[in-house]
């Protein structure tokens, strides 16, 4: 079996507003085989020193990416980095909890034409629950042209950041599993 890389991103203020990562990220360690989350889960502005890392990984290894509301809206920004550096490294998948209106948005801003075709697998769980005031609504969208990447996304109404969720932790690593081919 292939190394397998997972890397997860903080929502905005990490470690003070965001334990549901620090969960995610332990669940994956006890869940998935053989993975190496390295110094997960990083700051939501640390796309570029998870994308340095994904960089320096040999092309046989998996790598799968979670985030949370700003990490979740970075999640593809870090595919789409990678993708710029090295069309032939592969993001087996990525997925976000409630990616943030205020950050990246990938099919929207013009800097990040969003999720690239080197990304396989993506899900993300957004909400359009009032209470949130429209954070964790965003949607991600695939970059015009990509026919490879299978999208999912569906929305949970629940409270923001929504990582705490069980049900979708246990969607996304059940999805993990496949990706991987725990």
Same mark, same amino acid.
């Given at each position: 079996?292939?190394?397998?890389?997972?890397?997860?991103?903080?929502?905005?203020?990490?470690?003070?507003?965001?334990?549901?990562?620090?969960?995610?990220?332990?669940?994956?360690?006890?869940?998935?085989?053989?993975?190496?989350?390295?110094?997960?889960?990083?700051?939501?502005?640390?796309?570029?020193?998870?994308?340095?890392?994904?960089?320096?990984?040999?092309?046989?290894?998996?790598?799968?990416?979670?985030?949370?509301? $700003?990490?979740? +809206?970075?999640? !593809?920004?870090?595919?789409?980095?990678?993708?710029?550096?090295? /069309?032939?490294?592969?993001? #087996?998948?990525?997925?976000?909890?409630?990616?943030?209106?205020?950050?990246?948005?990938?099919?929207?801003?013009?800097?990040?034409?969003?999720?690239?075709?080197?990304?396989?697998?993506?899900? $993300?769980?957004? +909400?359009?629950? !009032?209470?949130?005031?429209?954070?964790?609504?965003?949607?991600? /969208?695939?970059?015009?042209? #990509?026919?490879?990447?299978?999208?999912?996304?569906?929305?949970?109404?629940?409270?923001?950041?929504?990582?705490?969720?069980?049900?979708?932790?246990?969607?996304?690593?059940?999805?993990?599993?496949?990706?991987?081919?725990?």
């Amino acid at each position: 079996m292939p190394n397998v890389h997972g890397f997860d991103l903080y929502g905005m203020w990490g470690p003070v507003t965001d334990p549901g990562a620090r969960t995610m990220t332990q669940r994956m360690k006890a869940e998935l085989p053989n993975i190496n989350t390295h110094a997960s889960p990083y700051r939501d502005y640390q796309v570029n020193d998870v994308v340095a890392l994904i960089l320096s990984l040999p092309l046989t290894d998996k790598v799968i990416i979670v985030g949370t509301s $700003l990490g979740a +809206s970075n999640t !593809p920004v870090v595919g789409a980095y990678v993708y710029l550096q090295n /069309k032939a490294r592969i993001i #087996n998948g990525i997925w976000g909890f409630q990616a943030s209106i205020w950050g990246a948005q990938a099919g929207i801003d013009t800097a990040y034409p969003g999720i690239t075709p080197n990304v396989q697998f993506a899900d $993300l769980a957004y +909400s359009t629950n !009032p209470i949130n005031a429209g954070l964790g609504a965003y949607v991600w /969208k695939k970059s015009p042209g #990509n026919t490879v990447t299978n999208l999912y996304t569906f929305d949970t109404f629940d409270v923001h950041p929504g990582d705490g969720n069980v049900k979708t932790q246990d969607r996304f690593l059940c999805e993990m599993k496949r990706v991987i081919g725990a």
